[in-house]
């Protein structure tokens, strides 16, 4: 239906193929700037009232955070652990996982406490779990399914009929890890607070670590 994140998506990844097609390297910045200026283009509709939409923003704020913010520093965990390979490759996966998520966290906090009056944690714990579910297992069947029949319909079909399995799975989980409450109701936020809060995500961004105390 070409939902805006899905159109941001989009947008991105064929920039990447783009840049991969003339020998040149994909920029992340500029796939969102190109992202922004399409979601807002009047064609088919909507225009610039488009970038209100709060699944935009959430998918734009989620994108930003999963990729400039890194809050979480486990180097002296590793410093003290054995220096085993199988070992410290564990840990840096968990920490880029458990830091990918709680970036995202703290970019969509609040607009998720300005539209919808909480904080809510649960990605904290669900990420880790369901991400990985989703590009590794989802995304694979879906696009091979539907590639696939094309030519051998049979086979194709087949393969859809497992990426629904997984995909009825992934909704499973999401649903019970929504029902552990992990949330909080809170007040909107006054516009004084969302400035310093985006001060202190631009400051961390710029990788200046302080910047997560302001936030």
Known sequence: ?????TVSAA??????????ACGRRASLSHGLALAVFCSGLPI?????LKLTETSWQLS??????????RPLDLSWLRARLPQH??????????????SATLGATLATAPLVALTFGRFVATGLWANPILVPLGELLILP????????????????????????HVVSLL??????????????????????????FAIGLILAGLHRRWGYVVC
């Not at 390979?85 to 458990?98: C, D, I, N, T, Y």
């Not at 989980?173 to 969302?194: E, M, N």
């Open 1 to 5: 239906g070409a939902e805006s994140p």
């Open 11 to 20: 947008c991105v990844m064929g920039l990447w193929l783009v840049a991969l």
């Open 44 to 48: 088919p509709d909507g225009g610039a």
């Open 60 to 69: 734009m704020a989620a994108t930003l955070g999963l990729t400039y913010l």
């Open 85 to 98: 390979r199988f070992l410290l490759a564990l840990l840096s996966g968990l920490e880029r996982a458990l």
């Open 141 to 164: 069947l879906g696009l091979c399914g539907l590639l696939t029949k094309l030519v051998f319909p049979t086979l194709g079909e087949l393969l859809l009929r497992w990426h629904l």
């Open 171 to 196: 909704l499973w989980l999401t649903d019970h890890f929504a029902r552990l409450g992990l949330s909080c109701a809170v007040p909107a936020p006054p516009l004084a607070w969302l400035l310093l």
